[in-house]
Each structure stands twice: as C-alpha cells, then as structure tokens.
C-alpha cells in the first residue's frame, strides 16, 4: 500500500507545494547562473529510471563547457565554477527534479539515477537497484554520498531496495537535510565531483 499508492501520492504533493514555496529561490538561482556561468542554466541528461525505462533528469548546471585545444571537455575541477560550487555544495543544483517527482520519473528518496552508460556494466544483482524509482536522495547518499566505493553505493542501494519503507524513507529524510546542512561527502577522494563506474 505504502509503496504503490501512497508513497506516490505524498511524492507529488509535496514536489507540488516546495515549487510554490521554494520557487523564489530557484528564479533567482536561475538569474544567478545565467549572468554567472556564460548563460548555461540547466543539466539536462538521459538517466535509467524504474525497470531501467529512460528518463531526463533536470539539474541545475553546476559546470561550463570549456574544453581543450582538441575540443574534449575539461575536467570537472577546471569546470566547476564559482556559482557552481555553491549551489552544488548546498544542493540547490537538485532542485528542479521536482519537476521529475511531478512527471512521475523520480521519488524523493529512492537510489540515485545514474548514467545511461552503466546499465551494460552492472551484474544481475546490481541491476536491482532499479526495481524501484529513482530518487533525489538515497540511502548511500546519507551514508557517504559520492565520498564511497562503487561497491558500497550498490549495498545500499539494494538495501533500500529490499527494506523500503515509510520509516526508512523518513529516516533517510532527516538524514538528508543533516547531510545537506554540513555538506559532507559531495566528492569523491581526489575528484571534484565522483568518479565514474568501470564495472565489477
């Protein structure tokens, strides 16, 4: 009941009322990227969803597009920028996945959606990570965010999977909005940002 009805229900209500709430501040994230990072506002990428169906998450861009002299993208410490870090540090840059929540696409805590990449990388067991929506936040997200191994991101994940709950998710909640306070686990060791899957 919880998980196919009122989860559900609650996730689009709630997306529905932080847009109104919060919709100030994204205006003025809005202004502040487009005059602050050459215009370039929105991340719009195609990520795996429920039963791995794709979807386009919407983020606010944190990084520009410079690249190279061979035109490669920069790494992404040479393209965070000022703005960027902030908003990414106080994760206002995940904000416009409301409109995902709203769409029906994400859920307020669930796995998070990674790239479209990895789906050929992931064993069987790792592919059950996607028996259920994705989410803003997750429980490897309160339990390291991008500060952990791939291997412990997918125990987590899939421990969400088998013990989801209105609980679990109200826990992982509180544990977000602490995490989102003292910013803690946004990178990778010796990465600006997290370093990419390469399979098992």
């Given at each position: 009941?919880?998980?196919?009805?009122?989860?559900?229900?609650?996730?689009?209500?709630?997306?529905?009322?932080?847009?109104?709430?919060?919709?100030?501040?994204?205006?003025?994230?809005?202004?502040?990227?487009?005059?602050?990072?050459?215009?370039?506002?929105?991340?719009?990428?195609?990520?795996?969803g429920k039963n791995e169906k794709i979807?386009?998450?919407?983020?606010?861009?944190?990084?520009?597009?410079?690249?190279?002299?061979?035109?490669?993208?920069?790494?992404?410490?040479?393209?965070?920028?000022?703005?960027?870090?902030?908003?990414?540090?106080?994760?206002?840059?995940?904000?416009?996945?409301?409109?995902?929540?709203?769409?029906?696409?994400?859920?307020?805590?669930?796995?998070?959606?990674?790239?479209?990449?990895?789906?050929?990388?992931?064993?069987?067991?790792?592919?059950?990570?996607?028996?259920?929506?994705?989410?803003?936040?997750?429980?490897?997200?309160v339990n390291g965010r991008n500060a952990?191994?791939?291997?412990?991101?997918?125990?987590?994940?899939?421990?969400?999977?088998?013990?989801?709950?209105?609980?679990?998710?109200?826990?992982?909640?509180?544990?977000?909005?602490?995490?989102?306070?003292?910013?803690?686990?946004?990178?990778?060791?010796?990465?600006?940002?997290?370093?990419?899957?390469?399979?098992?």
């Open positions: 009941m919880y998980k196919s009805v009122i989860k559900p229900f609650l996730d689009v209500l709630v997306a529905f009322i932080a847009l109104v709430i919060l919709s100030p501040i994204i205006f003025l994230i809005i202004v502040l990227l487009y005059f602050f990072q050459s215009r370039e506002v929105f991340f719009i990428q195609d990520r795996p979807f386009k998450v919407i983020k606010f861009k944190t990084m520009n597009s410079k690249t190279d002299e061979n035109g490669q993208l920069l790494p992404d410490a040479d393209r965070l920028t000022t703005i960027g870090k902030f908003v990414r540090k106080t994760s206002l840059d995940e904000l416009p996945q409301l409109i995902n929540i709203l769409r029906g696409e994400m859920s307020f805590v669930g796995p998070r959606p990674w790239l479209v990449e990895y789906l050929k990388l992931y064993s069987k067991e790792q592919r059950r990570r996607h028996f259920v929506k994705p989410g803003i936040s997750g429980w490897a997200q952990i191994s791939w291997e412990e991101r997918f125990q987590y994940d899939l421990y969400y999977v088998d013990n989801q709950s209105f609980w679990l998710d109200l826990k992982i909640i509180i544990y977000t909005l602490k995490k989102v306070f003292v910013a803690e686990g946004i990178a990778a060791e010796g990465s600006a940002t997290m370093e990419k899957f390469k399979g098992n």
